[in-house]
T-cell receptor
Framework: ETGVTQTPRHLVMGMTNKKSLKCEQH?????MYWYKQSAKKPLELMFV???????ENNSVPSRFSPECPNSSHLFLHLHTLQPEDSALYLC?????????????FGPGTRLTVT | RKEVEQDPGPFNVPEGATVAFNCTYS??????FFWYRQDCRKEPKLLMS???SGNEDGRFTAQLNRASQYISLLIRDSKLSDSATYLC??????????FGTGTRLTVIP
């Protein structure tokens, strides 16, 4: 399935590095999301973009910086991360940000911070 | 209190068995409900939405009890391919989607 794609699939980075995660959706959706999934924890919503405008930032540290140049692409820029930021980062999209709109996930980027 | 609570399992059941998962949510203003399935090291995939009247999709039946604030998922005639983690998801508002930690199911031959 290629509805929502993410690159890279795996990333190992040092605490002083800068890297970016990329997400692209081919579903004609208008809303895109970043989630973090850590072991033994539920998915945590990080950022929401609706028609390219950020509508939600759930108190995410500034070392994570999102960018949404258009409704099909979403980036997560990473800098000076901590080891506890190691997790699976999932991108999702939906038609709109409403309660009944189902979200479709990409395969995720498994990030390890050393 | 967690927004969404699920029994983490694991549930180990033989092929052909019927298994049920429950999930409770804390916010009475929750508006929509879903079950997602997540295979090991893969992304969550929507299994089914949960409607107030209950809904069925093949071997899967979802129920919602708003008064008691719980959602259930019933799987009949379990297949080996049903082995996965099942995530209960509750949407409180436009952007407020809360996930449970998931219930792990293993179907044994």
């Amino acid at each position: 399935e290629t509805g929502v794609t993410q690159t890279p699939r795996h990333l190992v980075m040092g605490m002083t590095n800068k890297k970016s995660l990329k997400c692209e959706q081919h579903l004609g959706h208008n809303a895109m999301y970043w989630y973090k999934q850590s072991a033994k924890k539920p998915l945590e919503l990080m950022f929401v973009y609706n028609f390219k405008e950020q509508t939600e930032n759930n108190s995410v540290p500034s070392r994570f910086s999102p960018e949404c140049p258009n409704s099909s692409h979403l980036f997560l820029h990473l800098h000076t991360l901590q080891p506890e930021d190691s997790a699976l980062y999932l991108c999702a999209s939906s038609h709109l940000t409403g309660p009944s709109y189902e979200q479709y996930f990409g395969p995720g980027t498994r990030l390890t911070v050393t | 209190r967690k927004e969404v609570e699920q029994d983490p399992g694991p549930f180990n059941v033989p092929e052909g068995a019927t298994v049920a998962f429950n999930c409770t949510y804390s916010n009475s203003a929750s508006q929509s409900f879903f079950w997602y399935r997540q295979d090991c090291r893969k992304e969550p995939k929507l299994l089914m939405s949960v409607y107030s009247s209950g809904n069925e999709d093949g071997r899967f039946t979802a129920q919602l009890n708003r008064a008691s604030q719980y959602i259930s998922l019933l799987i009949r005639d379990s297949k080996l391919s049903d082995s996965a983690t099942y995530l209960c998801v509750v949407n409180v508002g436009a952007n407020n989607l809360f996930f449970g930690t998931g219930t792990r199911l293993t179907v044994i031959p």
